[in-house]
């Protein structure tokens, strides 16, 4: 097209503009820049896949040009919940928001360029859509509400520079967001008609947190002493150590202090006269501005332990102080200093000298692991550390990282245990997410056995391999041996009681599971999946239960669900739940597919779409059903799908041979889904099966 021609058309126009990019550039130009190519990279992966054409960058904002608005709107909220996910692994001054505006209207193409109130509209709104928002002119909204799933918010009325014709305008409230993040604008919500169960949701919601707040106040009236006189050492039963401060001359050491924070709560873990918060939950407060005593409120701590780092070279001296949570009172600090090769003696010092202090018992054991410990190489000691600083993260990159660092350390130290045991940690976290099960499971057990011929009192390599016992060859009762002495030799490890729980579970034990996931949500009260799985022995009373003892039990399921979303409004796992609950509790199917698509939008796991693709069976949808077993097909092509998917859908469906020739497919590859075989009302119109019974007889469950 020649540059002196115009082309008039309608078109749907988005405008994308960094929060925070020109404040950066100011601070540090370089992270700014590092950012902002980032970002370019990963929203120019998703432009083409909705048929978006980019039309110029503006600095810091993103000018694309879509031939229909709901192709523009579905590819907004791809971009804010692939940023979301990108975010929830970064530090603060890491994290890029976007804030998003959609107009549609007529626009002229001129020298390449595109002009017209379409792009002026849309670089207007874009500012009212607020940090990870979307905001849409009335005329996107019309049509995409009844082809989009999703709420809209409309906003008060605003006058839009140098636009003279006033506008209504909605902000597109995505699944994972809380509430809107615009300020300062007073808005009503418009919900499509297919959602009817929205404001149900809310009000359920709004009892379900009104109840928290109560269980809350009646907690803290019983978990928090009054202050101890002078004199009297208060009585401390559960403590929680913060992430320590990086003093160290270099920024990078930050690693090393909060590898530190973590060795120390691995340690003061082994006390069984104590209840020490997981690391995990510690991890949420690093940075914070919360007082001690909120703090220990939200931790449920009777005391804090806080400290700093500062390494100069090899040398390392470590600042600690003890904090009585409710009353911000000091009740001991010590420096400690070593050489970095012996930071395992200094570690179990300051163990040592907390013990002594709060006046707890160390069992014998753990005393003389104490006073035996070993130096390290200080390189196979920073790789170490920088691998639990990624599987920290939980997600699949911090999985991949995790097992660079943590082969180079083993690479470094062959007889470094806890480089191994961070090994098993990882393939058996990355099992059915970076690399297939069999696969990941086999080099967990190795890595796990490795450990333990190095070190046989590490918790953590006895929980992998109790994990393993349990999905590779579902040896049951070897795997609760070894979960046993996992909880005997680090009582307060929340990873332990929380697998272990879920062993109960399958072995139908109910009582017992509950009380193992109830004991990892104490020691880990911030983790948003361990509340979210406190759910299922609540869910497997009410399968043995009818009336309004089976309504009761779905209730509590329902409630943890509720509270992990309380935690992590971005998590899937609770939505995910949530609809299996309204699968079985009642057969609500259209609110279990609500459900369901909810969890699709945070998170792209196979299992999702299986269970979407049940729940259409069950309601009388066979096409959809059946269009969900090619799509499972599809992703089976681009990655790892356990068979169990395909097996659950075709459960779904009522075909029973294809069920259980999919489900002896998942019992050779070895899925954790098939150790639900013994529980699972689900299978129970195939138990009069002779195929399904040789596969139970395989399972080798206890009678």
Known sequence: MSADIEHRKLAAIMFTDMVGYSALSQRDDKLA????????????????????????????????????????????????????????????ERR?????????????????????????IASRIEALAGAGGICVSMDVERQIRNALEARFEKLAPIELKNISVPMDLFRIVLPWERKSEVRGQKSEVRKRAVLPTTRRFALIG?????????????????????????GSPPRIASLAVLPFKNYSPDASQEY???????????????????????????????????SMPEIGQELHADAIVEGSVLRDGNQVTVNVQLIEAPTDRHLWAKKFERDVTNIFKMRNEVVEDIAREIRVTVSPEQSSRLSNARTVNPAALQEYLLGRQSWNRQSEKGFDDALNHFSRAKEIDSNFALAWAGLADTYWGAADANISPTAARSKAKTAA??????????????????????????????????????????PNYAVAHWQ?????????????????MERAVELDPLSPVMTTDLNVPHQMKAWRSSGVEAKEEYDKATAQCRKALELDPSFYLPHFVLGSIEMRAAETYSKAIEEFRLAQAMETQPIITAYLGCT??????????????????????????????????????RDDSKAIDWLEKAYQERSIWVAWLKVEPMYDPLRSNPRFQALYKKMNFPP
Request: glycine share 8%; net charge negative.
């Open 500 to 516: 272990y729980g879920w062993l109960l579970v399958f072995l139908g034990r109910t009582e017992e599971a509950l009380r193992e």
């Open 96 to 120: 890029i928001e976007l804030k998003i505006g959609i107009h549609i209207g007529d626009v002229v193409h001129r020298g390449g360029d595109v002009y017209g109130d379409g792009v002026n």
């Open 33 to 92: 820049l590092e950012l902002l190519e980032e970002h370019r990279q990963l929203l120019r992966e998703i432009f083409p896949r909705f048929n978006g054409t980019e039309i110029k960058t503006i600095g810091d904002a993103f000018l694309i040009e879509f031939s229909s608005a709901l192709e523009a709107a579905q590819c907004a909220i791809e971009i804010q919940r692939t940023l979301a996910k990108r975010n929830h692994d970064v530090m603060a």
């Open 206 to 230: 709004g009892f379900v947190l009104l109840l928290i707040i109560g269980v809350g106040w009646w907690w803290t009236t019983l978990s928090y002493k009054t202050p101890a006189t002078s």
């Open 616 to 653: 259409y069976a069950r309601n009388g949808q066979r096409d959809k059903a059946l269009e969900t077993l090619k799509e499972l097909d599809r992703l089976a092509g681009q990655r790892f799908v356990t068979p169990f998917c395909q097996a659950l859908v075709y459960l779904g469906l």
């Open 449 to 490: 056995q490795r450990a333990l011929e190095l070190d046989d009192s590490l918790g953590e390599a006895h929980t992998a391999l109790a994990a393993m016992d349990n999905a590779i060859e579902f040896r049951w009762a070897e795997s609760e041996k070894e979960f046993q002495r996992a909880i005997q030799l680090k």
């Open 256 to 290: 090393f202090a909060d590898g530190m924070t973590d060795l120390l709560t691995t340690e003061l873990s082994g006390i069984g006269a104590l209840t020490v918060k997981s690391h995990q939950s510690a991890l949420k407060f690093k940075g914070s501005t919360k």
